[in-house]
C-alpha cells in the first residue's frame, strides 16, 4: 500500500449510458499493467464488467473497484479505481461511490455530447464536492465534434470546461492531440502497445489555433494565481510549463474549472495522456483534507485527519455478497490504520464486530491484505450487522459520519417462488440482495399475503430477478409490474379520539385531541408537536402517540399507500390513572389517524418521471403525440445536429414498455432515458381505477379495530 498519500488517487469513471466508462476503465487498466489482455465490453469480456447480466447485456450494473499503478514522471502512483453504471435504474450505485472518492473522471461522448444522465451524476458530483476532469471519448465517431462539447458543459451543467489538449483531426482523421501545457502533438498509432503514440511538434496548419486556446487557457487560470495573472499581463512567454499545472491543480481542485481532455478508448489513443492529468489534476487524499464528523459521546463536531497516526474511522459504502468469501463490506478509510483481525466500532449499532479479514479489490476477485490506512479503500470480511452508510471506527473515539441518502423505489412486482420448497430460500435471496442495494426493498402485502419486491424501475427489477435465478438458483413467477403509489392529505381538521375497553381486570384507556394536516413544505414524514397543557396526557405516553402515528402511516385509508407527510399537534387530552398506559395511547393514536384522514381530503399521489427522448426530426409528431396519449406533459424541446431532443413529465403507471413503443414508431432510430422526478396526485378518474383494483378499501371502515 502506498505510504505518502500525495501519490494515491481515488478516482471514479462516471457517465451516460453508453458514452465509454467501461472501455476506459479497460484501458486504464491495460496501460497500468493491471491486465494483459484488453477486454472488450461488446465482446462480454470487460475485467470490470464481471456478473453475467453485465456480459450479456454489454451495460454496467454494480461499481466494480480496482487498484492500479502508474508512473507519471519520477514517481509511481496508486490509482483505486471505480467503475460506475451509467444507466440511470442503478444512480444508487454512483451515488454511494461519489461519496467515498476524491476525483472523478466525467466522459462523454463527442458525438452524443452531453446526456440527460450526464447531468445526473455531475448534480451528485457537485452535491459531495468532488472535483472532476472531462474526458470527451468516441472522437473517432461520425459526428464527433470535441469543442461542441466544450460549449455543453458549459451551458448545461454550469461549469467551467478548460480544454487542457486539441484533437488532430476528427471521425476516421483523428490522429492524437496536441497538448496545449507543453505545446507538443501526440500522434497515436493502431497498436495495441503500451506506448503507442510519437511526440511531435505541433502541425503548421494548427499552430495558430494552439495558440489561442493556450491563451484561453492561461486567462481562465490567471484567475486563481497572482503570480501568472502578472506575467501574463507583462510577459506571457514567461510563465512556465509547471506554473500552469499548478494553478489548473488549484482550481480544479478547489472545482472552479474542468480540465478536459479527448480520445478515443476503443481504438487506444489518448488513454496515457487522460492517466497524466488524473495525476497532474485530481486530487490526493492529504489534498481533501479532514472529514468533519459527530462526536457520539459530546454530539460536537470533530475532524479526522488523513493521517494513520490518527484513530481509525472509515465509511462502509457498499454491501456484496460473494459466493466464495462471503458478505462483503467496501470501505473507505479516511483516518488511522485498521488490522486484519482486529476489532471496530459500529456507531450506528454501538457494537463492536472483529475484522476477520481484509482485501484489496480488482473487480470479483479478491487480494488478501493485512491492512488498511487512511486514504484507502479496501473491502473486509466477518461483519454480521453492517449496512451501507454505517460508520466504523476505534471504539474509544467514536465518531459518526455524514451517511447518505437514498430516492425511494418507484416501482414493485409481486412475486412467488414457483415450488414451496423454494419459499425460505427465496426469503433469504432477497434479503441478501436488499442488504446490497438500498433501492432495493422486499415487503408482505397485509391484505394479499404477496411478497412484493420494488426498485428503481422495469430494468433494476428484471436484473434482481434474473440474480435471483442464477445466483440463488430460486425460479420464481412475477406478477405485472405495479406503480408505488403514496397517500396525502390536503386540509386540516381538529380530532377528539376516545379508546375504552373494559375487560375483567385493568381495562385501556386513552383520550387525545389533536389537529391532523400536511406537514410544512421541505418536511417528509411525520412533522409531531406537543402542545399539551398541564400534562393532561402524561410525559411518558407522549412518545406512544408519536410512534402510533408513524406506525399508522405505513397504511392510508384510500388504498393502503403509505401517506408520505403527515403534521400533528397534540392539543390536549386525559387518562386513567390505573387504566392508562403506552399500549392504551399509542391504539389510541392509530385509531384517530385512521378516523381523522378520512376527513382531510386524502389524495392519491403518483410517481412523475423525467422522459428525454432523442429522435429523427421525421418522428417528431408521432414521439410527442404518444407522449400526450400518456398523460405526458411536453416540458421543452431542442435540437442537436440532426435530431431533436423532446423532454417531457410523464407518470410512470403510463409507461411500462415504453421502450418498445418508441422503437416501432421511430423504426429504431430513437433513444430514451427516464429519471424519477417528483410525486403528483392522480386525477380524480384514474385514483378511482386504482383505489377500486386494490379492493375498494372504504375510508371508514377499520378492520384493525371493529
Not at 476477520?356 to 491484505?369: E, G, V
Amino acid at each position: 500500500m502506498a505510504r505518502d498519500l500525495k501519490y494515491t488517487r481515488n478516482i471514479g469513471i462516471m457517465a451516460h449510458i453508453d458514452a465509454g466508462k467501461t472501455t476506459t476503465s479497460e484501458r486504464i487498466l491495460y496501460y497500468t499493467g493491471k491486465t494483459h489482455k484488453i477486454g472488450e465490453v461488446h465482446e462480454g469480456a470487460a475485467t470490470m464488467d464481471w456478473m453475467v447480466q453485465e456480459q450479456e447485456r454489454g451495460i454496467t450494473i454494480t461499481s466494480a473497484a480496482t487498484t492500479a499503478f502508474w508512473k507519471y514522471g519520477d514517481q509511481q502512483y496508486q490509482i483505486n479505481l471505480i467503475d460506475t453504471p451509467g444507466h440511470v435504474d442503478f444512480t444508487v450505485e454512483v451515488e454511494r461511490s461519489l461519496r467515498v472518492l476524491d476525483g472523478t473522471i466525467a466522459t462523454f461522448c463527442a458525438v452524443g455530447r452531453v446526456q440527460p444522465q450526464s447531468e445526473t451524476v455531475w448534480r451528485q458530483a457537485d452535491k459531495y464536492r468532488v472535483p472532476k476532469i472531462a474526458y470527451v471519448n468516441k472522437m473517432d465517431r461520425t459526428g464527433a465534434d470535441f469543442f461542441a462539447v466544450v460549449d455543453e458543459i458549459n451551458e448545461k451543467l454550469g461549469a467551467r470546461s478548460i480544454p487542457i489538449c486539441i484533437p488532430i483531426g476528427a471521425e476516421d482523421n483523428f490522429e492524437g492531440l496536441v497538448d496545449l501545457i507543453s505545446r507538443k502533438a501526440y500522434y497515436y498509432n493502431n497498436s495495441k502497445d503500451l506506448v503507442n503514440y510519437e511526440i511531435k511538434d505541433v502541425p503548421q496548419n494548427m499552430v495558430s489555433e494552439v495558440e489561442e486556446w493556450r491563451s484561453k487557457l492561461i486567462e481562465s487560470i490567471a484567475e486563481y494565481n497572482d503570480t501568472i495573472l502578472e506575467k501574463f499581463f507583462e510577459d506571457p512567454d514567461s510563465i512556465s510549463e509547471g506554473d500552469i499545472i499548478e494553478a489548473l491543480r488549484k482550481a480544479t481542485i478547489d472545482m472552479a474549472v474542468v480540465p478536459t481532455c479527448c480520445g478515443s478508448s476503443f481504438k487506444n489513443k489518448g488513454v496515457q495522456f487522460l492517466l497524466d492529468s488524473v495525476m497532474r489534476y485530481l486530487p490526493s487524499p492529504l489534498d481533501k483534507g479532514s472529514v468533519k464528523g459527530t462526536d457520539v459521546r459530546t454530539n460536537q463536531e470533530i475532524e479526522r485527519q488523513p493521517l494513520s497516526s490518527e484513530p481509525f474511522c472509515g465509511l462502509v459504502f457498499k454491501i456484496a455478497t460473494d459466493p466464495y468469501v462471503g458478505r462483503l463490506a467496501f470501505i473507505r478509510a479516511y483516518s488511522g490504520k485498521l488490522d486484519a483481525g482486529s476489532y471496530i466500532y459500529n456507531t450506528r449499532s454501538g457494537k463492536k464486530e472483529r475484522v476477520a479479514r481484509l482485501y484489496q479489490m480488482h473487480s470479483n476477485k479478491q487480494n488478501p491484505i493485512d491492512f488498511v490506512e487512511a486514504g484507502d479503500i479496501c473491502a473486509a470480511v466477518g461483519f454480521k450487522e453492517l449496512h451501507t452508510g454505517d460508520t466504523v471506527c476505534d471504539e474509544k473515539h467514536p465518531v459518526m459520519l455524514e451517511s447518505m441518502t437514498f430516492p425511494d423505489p418507484v416501482i414493485g412486482l409481486a412475486v412467488e417462488p414457483k415450488t414451496q420448497q423454494d419459499l425460505d430460500k427465496l426469503g433469504i435471496a432477497l434479503g441478501k440482495l436488499a442488504e446490497e442495494d438500498p433501492t432495493f426493498t422486499v415487503a408482505t402485502n397485509a391484505e394479499t399475503g404477496q411478497t412484493i419486491i420494488s426498485g428503481m424501475g422495469e430494468l433494476h427489477l428484471d436484473i434482481i430477478v434474473d440474480r435471483l435465478r442464477r445466483e440463488f438458483g430460486v425460479e420464481i413467477n412475477q406478477g405485472a409490474p405495479q406503480v408505488n403509489y403514496k397517500e396525502a392529505i390536503t386540509k386540516s381538521v381538529q380530532h377528539r379520539e376516545v379508546f375504552k375497553k373494559q375487560t375483567g381486570g385493568r381495562g385501556k384507556f386513552a383520550d387525545i385531541v389533536v389537529e391532523i394536516g400536511p406537514a410544512d413544505e421541505g418536511v417528509s414524514g411525520l412533522q409531531f408537536i406537543d402542545e399539551v397543557k398541564g400534562g393532561n396526557v402524561p410525559r411518558e405516553y407522549i412518545p406512544s402517540v408519536e410512534k402510533g402515528f408513524k406506525s399508522a402511516m405505513a397504511n392510508g385509508v384510500l388504498a393502503g399507500y403509505e401517506v408520505t407527510n403527515l403534521k400533528v399537534r397534540l392539543l390536549d387530552g386525559s387518562f386513567h390513572p390505573v387504566d392508562s398506559d403506552a399500549l392504551s395511547f399509542e391504539i389510541c393514536a392509530r385509531m384517530a389517524f385512521r378516523k381523522a384522514l378520512a376527513k382531510c381530503a386524502p389524495v392519491l399521489m403518483e410517481p412523475i418521471m423525467s422522459l428525454d427522448v432523442v429522435t429523427p426530426e421525421e418522428y417528431m409528431g408521432d414521439v410527442v403525440g404518444d407522449v400526450n396519449r400518456r398523460r405526458g406533459q411536453i416540458v421543452d424541446m431542442d435540437s442537436k445536429g440532426n435530431a431533436r431532443i423532446v423532454k417531457a413529465k410523464v407518470p410512470l403507471a403510463e409507461q411500462f414498455g415504453y421502450v418498445t413503443v418508441l422503437r416501432t414508431l421511430t423504426s429504431g432510430r430513437a433513444t430514451s432515458t427516464m429519471s424519477f422526478s417528483h410525486y403528483a396526485e392522480v386525477p380524480g378518474n384514474i385514483a378511482k381505477e386504482v383505489i377500486d383494483k386494490q379492493g375498494g378499501r372504504s375510508m371508514y371502515y377499520d378492520e384493525e379495530f371493529s
